[in-house]
């Protein structure tokens, strides 16, 4: 029977509250949410089948582009997945370094989601002196690699670039600085009556649910899972630098904020840690152009969560097949679930407390024509992209020559 109370009302795929184009169909009864259609697919870019047209070293720029946020966690994964097909064992200072960029990675991403989600209720002071010191952090990165986001440290067998003498004064003061923010920050989340009312209770996912679902990092963590992969399955220099993971028990947003936050201090004590123990050595060892044939499945904690890189070698020097499961792939099942039952207004801090990365999730593009809703292979997402520019007026010329 149909229930003449509910409202049904679409939020994106264009919203002021999206960072990124997605869409959810939010079912409501009153204020209350009772139901959540999510939808996905709107920033698909065929990264994974680009990769299996151009060889190893040129895939390291595509791999670290399936994220800006997150890009090293990308490339070390895929580095250490092919380090681990060709046989090669990087040195300790490579590891170091891979492991100190990882945490100034962790650091500037879980401050820029501090921000985001003051923003979202209207604490726009939070956001501003959130993103001030996540510019500390960025200039850091810039100084180490060359760019604020996308930084280009890695290299399949080592890194590119080595932290000197006045870069390591520079991390040192940047931590200290902030230390004393970041502790600042905790002690607000757990004190501030607003922060309070609009996190305490809202977007609950039950540890059953977060578990039967599946989800990762923060947000699993803030349901009590420890699944943190720098302890579970220490990669690189984890297995020497020893992180405390940190979890939580209130499953809600406030558990969510409360993890990130403790993880900005764990971060700061891991960079000091890598600096003070920066063991001597080469920065890269030679691997051979063409990767041994077989498979392997390389995995790290991005900020998000666990990231998971599937690599299949042919024995040449362009692969066979790559996978990337992004974390926020895993963490869009329990979404809905934590919609359910909240106030339409909590619907966009909900959403943010995930941290989802849209572009990161996309695998596939689904089209709404006159057949009706399907899933389209690669070779019908070229047709029918050559389709669309075309009846648009564009020259293709180029592409189609490309396509004979």
């Not at 994220?67 to 046989?87: D, K, N, P, R, V």
């Not at 690189?236 to 409360?258: M, P, S």
């Not at 991005?302 to 024995?315: C, H, L, V």
């Amino acid at each position: 029977m149909k229930n003449d109370k509910l409202v049904t009302i679409p939020i994106g795929p264009e919203h002021p509250a999206l960072d990124e184009p997605a869409s959810f169909t939010v079912t409501l009864d009153g204020e209350k949410v009772v139901d959540v259609v999510v939808g996905v697919g709107y920033n698909h870019r065929g990264l994974e089948k680009a990769c299996e047209s151009r060889t190893y070293a040129q895939d390291l720029f595509l791999v670290e582009r399936v994220c800006g946020i997150c890009s090293h966690t990308h490339s070390t994964a895929y580095c250490q997945g092919l380090e681990e097909l060709a046989g090669v064992e990087i040195s300790r200072r490579a590891k170091y370094i891979r492991v100190l960029v990882s945490e100034l990675e962790r650091l500037h991403s879980h401050l820029l989601w501090l921000g985001v989600a003051g923003h979202e209720i209207g604490f726009d002071t939070l956001f501003m002196c959130t993103w001030r010191d996540r510019e500390r952090v960025l200039d850091v990165l810039a100084e180490a690699g060359g760019n604020r986001v996308n930084y280009g440290v890695n290299a399949i067998g080592g890194v590119r670039r080595d932290i000197d003498p006045e870069l390591e004064t520079r991390i040192r003061s940047m931590t200290d600085v902030l230390e004393k923010e970041i502790d600042y920050y905790l002690e607000l989340a757990m004190t501030d009556s607003v922060l309070a009312a609009r996190f305490k209770g809202v977007g609950v996912l039950p540890r059953a649910d977060a578990e039967k679902f599946g989800v990762v990092g923060p947000v699993a963590r803030a349901d009590g899972i420890a699944d943190d992969v720098r302890v579970v399955e220490p990669y690189a220099a984890y297995d020497e630098l020893k992180v405390n993971q940190v979890t939580d028990d209130h499953c809600d947003v406030f558990g969510r904020t409360i993890v990130r936050i403790k993880e900005l201090q764990e971060s700061l004590r891991v960079i000091r840690a890598c600096l003070d123990g920066m063991p001597e050595g080469p920065l890269k060892v030679n691997v051979p152009r063409r990767i041994p044939k077989g498979e392997v499945i390389s995995r790290t904690e991005a900020p998000r969560g666990e990231n998971i890189q599937y690599i299949r070698s042919n024995g040449t020097d362009i692969p066979d097949r790559i996978r990337v499961r992004a974390p926020s792939e895993a963490n869009w099942h329990g979404m809905r679930r934590m919609m359910q039952g909240a106030y339409l207004a909590d619907v966009p801090i909900i959403v943010a407390a995930n941290d989802p990365c849209y572009s990161c999730t996309d695998r596939a593009v689904v089209v709404r024509g006159a057949g009706g809703r399907r899933a389209m292979d690669w070779e019908e997402l070229r047709a029918y992209g050559v389709e669309w520019y075309r009846g648009r007026g564009a020259d293709i010329s180029r592409v189609e020559e490309k396509l004979k």
